[in-house]
């Protein structure tokens, strides 16, 4: 009896089912562990130190007619770990988060902005005809006007800079959010609008179950194109108005000619960037798993 009550208790690790976080932390263990298996690592390796070992003999050594004047890659990592750096920018500075921190700041308030505005208008686009015949006009005619267009229009309906800032990067991540959601709904098989009305399905009913289901992929991929679109034009906007962020940070020193800090403020605004896209693509990864699934197929 106390054998088989061994056994039993033995074998209860292995029959019992592991709460809800062991398995998501199994999930992501397994998912690091079988990338960090494949060959993508070190070819992402290969590729980083290809493009440092470029960088460092266009400016260093071969002194390329449009790469002299840019510092090397050297000199750029020296300054940007240096406890006391020469341009007062590292990551050691309380002024390097505070860029960071603001420019962040002001994208996410854009970006939420963006998604809650440009989703439901390019669904109901795709959704409603009628509705898309008095919009569509309107966004194709505004759409092509380049941001930098709109700064005197900023400055003038926004009395603040930091909301003149926000709406001019609002404007470069709205736009590629309302199409994408727009042409997701219009990807959507016509047949399954048929196939719910002849059953009855109700307006909301539809909605739930074919517009917004369809219109997932199309809708997220959206918004990795427009967080980009929000850091592209937030630099912009931070190179006019701004006083403080990357976007300024980028332009000041090429004033003061501190030229270092110009290629680290680049560097930091493409990792974080890159973070962003990387969150939003996680996040869709697990709300249409249904998705990511089928093209494992």
């Known amino acids: 009896m106390t054998e088989m009550g061994s056994n039993v208790l033995a074998a209860l690790p292995e029959t019992l089912p592991r709460p809800p976080r062991t398995r998501l932390f199994g999930r992501l263990g397994g998912g690091l562990g079988r990338w960090l298996g494949s060959s993508s690592p070190w070819l992402n390796l ?45 990551i050691f500075t309380l002024e390097y988060y505070q860029h960071i921190g603001l420019s962040c700041l002001r994208v996410f308030l854009a970006f939420l902005l963006a998604t809650g505005l440009g989703v439901p208008l390019g669904l109901l686009m795709g959704w409603k005809k009628t509705f898309s015949d008095y919009a569509f006009p309107i966004l194709e005619l505004l759409r092509p006007i380049p941001m930098l267009a709109w700064v005197p229009l900023a400055i003038l309906m926004w009395p603040g800079r930091e909301s003149s800032i926000v709406f001019l990067t609002f404007l470069g991540s709205f736009f590629a959010t309302l199409l994408n959601s727009w042409l997701g709904v219009k990807s959507i098989d016509e047949a399954h609008f048929r196939a719910a009305k002849c059953l009855g399905a109700s307006e909301s009913l539809i909605f739930r179950k074919i517009v917004w289901p369809g219109a997932m992929p199309f809708v997220f991929t959206g918004l990795q194109i427009s967080v980009g679109y929000a850091w592209f034009s937030l630099v912009a906007g931070e190179m ?6 990357l976007g300024y940070l980028i332009w000041d020193s090429y004033i003061l000619v501190q030229y270092p800090v110009i290629i680290i403020a680049m560097i930091t605004l493409g990792v974080v960037g890159s973070l962003n896209s990387l969150m939003i693509r996680k996040i869709a990864n697990f709300l249409i798993r249904w998705k990511v699934r089928e093209d494992a197929q």
């Not at 006019?240 to 962020?245: R, V």
Request: aromatic share 18%; proline share 8%; glycine share 12%.
């Open 46 to 90: 290969v590729g980083l130190l290809g493009f440092l070992a470029l960088w460092h003999l266009l400016t260093a050594v071969f002194k390329a007619p449009l790469f002299a004047k840019l510092p090397g890659p050297w000199e750029t990592v020296k300054e940007w770990f240096s406890t006391n750096p020469t341009y007062g920018i590292s």
């Open 240 to 245: 006019l108005a701004g006083e403080f962020g």
